[in-house]
Each structure stands twice: as structure tokens, then as C-alpha cells.
DNA sequence: GCTTGTGAAGCCCTTCACAGCG
DNA sequence: CGCTGTGAAGGGCTTCACAAGC
């Protein structure tokens, strides 16, 4: 998972839990593509493979939303689109802003994912004044320095942040003070944000070092019990050397003898 | 999250439970920046602010790593990076593959927080043959015909998919068939993978969607119980339209009675 | 008969609160 | 005395299994 409320105990939304929230999107986008193919219903348990759930999970989240299945049928294509959209508030436009124009920045600027959502891009902004003017995507970059009147001006209150780590904290603080109230962060770094902002985060190493986790651990099954991994560093010794007790299964003698 | 093993329900690995895993990253990127700083120890208390979670899941998470702590002092930031780095498998290399070289791809393949942690982009492969040999972030760009010799000369075992959704379940198929058993997948598709192989997602409109529901409810607390928001498209009309029950709280008249 | 909707049970994770230890 | 390590309690989410209903 990518998320990351600051603090805030992840109440529960006017019922519906989080868990269920995250897991709308992939229903939705589900019925699109069932949508498109004018498939007028579908059960639980079609749906749910689409989505790459289990039907009952999928049931249970659906009756958060209301009771819009119709027994021994299955649910409404189109009218099941209508309401998780209508939940997740896409039937309204989201002007949204893009702060800090690299890479990764400008790789969403051109992703098609958000405008077939509802989701504009309404300005980029960036801290070099040598991309001030030049468009990206058909849209051109604006400079840091009017960060708030660009927020204002278009009515932005989601803004995606792809600046360098160091620049995010800052970035993020003049976004709020303009009136941005959701955060997507795509920087290595915790933001600190003020009561009733929402941050979720996206990082991009992170998911790599989990996979990583689990590959080394496929590897070990292999032929398990084995010392140290080819290649590896001489571990650093401890300030206080003590007796130390690893998990069971922890390898033997990590630390120099 | 964006997380996504097909099925396999999320056994514990080696004692230590997925949601420890996907903060052990987290927890790295502070020590690290600890020990830059040359800070020799720290509290749970001060580690915990700086990773954004609380002390006693700080502390319990550690626990299943063993006791690498001093009691009445805190820990040992190089000992503690060592040991964390360990357990993720970073003390060692990791070739990976990037599979769809457009914007994103090639942001991924510019991005930084790779090599430091580990992971080295050792191939870029795509399927337009007008790409082959230009060098993106300085690395060839090679042919999708090449996949299968490309994973396997490089000892590939991890591969991210960043191509269109309609091209990402062939990929990964090929990608697995020559040998890949983690996956990285940014395309918005549900992947099917053999038992064994761990695929974890991320998608950009979905951490959005997310946003905007709860950007939704901000608005609603302000003025709650209001009609349909402006600019909202009419309703479909329910193929069987029956008294429907919505949860309470649920906006009155959702259909055009 | 077939599929939804949902109490109940179970599981995992978080949080508490304090014993243990340097 | 301070901070870690951890049983125990609590909460949320998932899964089960079946009654309800078309």
C-alpha cells in the first residue's frame, strides 16, 4: 500500500471503510471495460475475478455502498458505474496541479489515466525559470513564484508533488497555505501536514525493496540456512557489543565473532 | 497501498508481517539519513517521528527482527541500517528490467532512488523497433523480441511493466516464462501470474480516486446534506428499477424519482 | 435454482501499558 | 531513571456460510 494519512487514526468515512474506499477503483474500472463491451450484468463472482479480488470481499464491500445487486442476476453494469463513481466523487471535475516538472512529473502530465477520470491537469509549475512558458503535454510550465495564485485562480485543492525530496516539504507547506487540502507525493520524504489534509504517498523504491524482501526469501528456500549472500558487505560492528538474539530461523553469526 | 499478490493470502514470511515489511523501507530511509548526519543513536521516539509512525509500532516492528536495541538508550543507527538493509536483501544487487519505454519508463529509468538502494536498471525493453539502440538514461533500448535472452543473460529477477494495458499480461507472461519472479506493475491492469511469482501495482489514478473521495466528504461536511454536486451527468435509469435502500447518511433521492 | 446481502467467526495488525534491563 | 521489548487488549478487515429474495 502507498497511503500515508499524517496521524489520524483512518476514521471511518461516513461508513464506508478505507480498505473498501481503495478498493473501488478497481471495481470501476472493471465495469468500464465491461461497460464498453455492453455487457448489461454481472455476478460477484465475474466481477470479482476481473478484479482480482474474492466475490465475497466484493459483496461485502458493495453493501457499504447500498443494496444494488439483484439476487440470483447479479448487479447493473451501467448503474453500478454511476454509483462508485458517484462515491468516489468523479462525476465532478478535479482540477489538479503538478508540482516540480522532471521526469516523473511531465510522465504524468502525459498519462491518460487522469483526465478519463476526471481528473485535469490544470497547471504545472516548477522551480526553473528556464521552463517557465515551454509546455509539456500542451500545457505550459508556470513558475514557482505564483504558486498561489495559480492555485487559487483554478480551484486546485488536489496538487501532485514530483520535486527532488529536499524541495517537498516546502512545496508542500505553500500548497496547503494556498488551499490544497489533498496531496499526492510522489518525494521520498514524510510531509508534515496540518489537521484535515489528506497525503497519500507514492514511492516508487519502497515497492521495489518489499519485492526484494520476498525474492531473497524465495531464494533462501532454495537451499535454505545459508551464510551470507555472494557479494555482500562486511557488517558494521556494533557499539555495544552484546549477546544478541535473532528470530528463530535467523541466520547464524551475523556479527564477526 | 499498492499492493498485489494474485490470491496466496499474504502468508507471514519468516515470522515477520507484511505490513512490518512494507515499513521497513520507510524506516531505512531515516536511519540512513541519520547516519549521513553521523548521528550514532536513536530512540524509538525520534525514529518513529522521522518515519511517521508511532514509537510502539516502531518498536514492536523491530521486535521481530530481534533486539537490536539498548535499553535505556535507543539504537545503534549504523548497526540498525546494516541489519534492516540485510532483511530486505539490499545488501546485495539487484538486476531489474524495465519493460515500456514511454514517459514513464524512461522516468523510472532516470530515477535515482534505485541505484542507491540496490537496484540496478540493467535493461530497457520495448516493443517499437524505432526505439532499439537509443540510449535512455544512458542504458540501449532493446527489442521485446529479445525479452526472453535479455532477462536471462542479465540474471533478471525482477521486471517492472510500464507499457500500455493491453500489452502488460503478454509482457508479463514472457517475463515470467524466462524466469522473472517479482513483478513491478504500473500498468492498470489486473495481472494473472503463476503461483510463486509476487506482482505488487502501482496506479496513479487509483491513489486520486482515493483523494477524491475523501476531498468529496471535506466538501459535504461544509455543507452537508445538499442535492447532486454541479456540473453532475443525469443518472442511468436501473435496468429493474426497485425500492432501493441506501446506507444512512446516504444523499435522499438519488434517482430521478 | 442461483446470487446477493450479511451476521458471525477468525485473523492480522495496532495500541496500550508495563515489566525488564541497561 | 529511561527506553526497549512484549504480553494482552482492542479494532478493523477478511472470510465463511447461510438466510433472504428474485
Redesign the pocket.
Given at each position: 500500500m502507498a497511503t500515508g494519512r499524517t496521524h489520524r487514526?483512518?476514521?471511518?468515512s461516513r461508513g464506508i471503510?478505507?480498505?473498501?474506499v481503495a478498493r473501488l477503483p478497481l471495481y470501476l474500472r472493471a465495469l468500464t471495460a465491461l461497460s464498453e463491451r455492453s455487457v448489461p450484468t454481472?455476478?460477484?463472482?465475474e466481477?470479482a475475478a476481473a478484479a482480482g479480488?474474492?466475490?465475497?470481499?466484493l459483496?461485502?464491500?458493495?453493501?457499504y455502498l447500498g443494496?444494488?445487486?439483484?439476487?440470483?442476476?447479479?448487479?447493473d453494469v451501467e448503474y453500478l458505474v454511476y454509483q462508485i463513481s458517484r462515491e468516489l466523487g468523479l462525476t465532478q471535475d478535479w482540477p489538479v496541479a503538478i508540482v516540480g516538472i522532471g521526469n516523473l512529473g511531465a510522465a504524468l502530465a502525459n498519462y491518460g489515466g487522469f483526465a478519463s477520470r476526471g481528473f485535469r491537469v490544470a497547471a504545472l509549475i516548477d522551480a526553473d525559470p528556464a521552463m517557465a512558458g515551454a509546455p509539456v503535454a500542451g500545457i505550459p510550465v508556470q513558475h514557482t513564484d505564483d504558486l498561489d495564485r495559480i492555485i487559487s485562480d483554478n480551484g486546485v485543492s488536489i496538487g501532485v508533488i514530483t520535486t527532488p525530496p529536499g524541495a517537498a516539504q516546502q512545496v508542500c507547506d505553500r500548497l496547503v497555505a494556498a488551499g490544497v487540502t489533498s496531496i499526492l507525493n510522489f518525494a521520498p520524504t514524510v510531509l508534515s501536514v496540518p489537521e484535515g489534509v489528506d497525503v497519500r504517498k507514492v514511492d516508487l523504491s519502497i515497492e521495489l525493496q518489499i519485492l526484494a524482501f520476498h525474492e531473497q526469501r524465495k531464494a533462501g528456500e532454495e537451499a535454505a540456512g545459508d551464510g551470507a549472500p555472494a557479494g555482500e558487505a562486511a557488517p558494521p560492528v556494533r557499539a555495544?557489543p552484546?549477546n544478541r538474539k535473532g528470530p528463530d530461523g535467523d541466520l547464524p553469526a551475523v556479527m564477526p565473532a
Open positions: 487514526p483512518a476514521t471511518r471503510p478505507e480498505a473498501t454481472v455476478s460477484s463472482e466481477l479480488v474474492n466475490s465475497a470481499k459483496r461485502k464491500d458493495f453493501s443494496s444494488y445487486g439483484t439476487r440470483g442476476v447479479g448487479y555495544t552484546t
